[in-house]
């Protein structure tokens, strides 16, 4: 069990560590689109923006 619980436990890591670099090369792209500037609107991992408050708002 204790085995099955570490393997978990890494997979877990190693899937965060992938969303975090996929959202680098996101940003990245982005920047490269935009000639070197931050783009208008803001990923929706960051949670901020116009759309934040409305994400928030059908949360609760």
Request: net charge negative.
């Amino acid at each position: 069990m204790a085995t099955e619980e570490r393997e978990m436990e890494r997979a877990m890591r190693a899937f965060e560590e992938d969303a975090d670099q996929a959202k680098r090369y996101i940003k990245a792209e982005w920047r490269t689109e935009h000639w070197g500037h931050a783009p208008e609107r803001t990923p929706a991992w960051e949670d901020t923006g116009a759309m934040a408050g409305v994400a928030k708002s059908r949360r609760n």
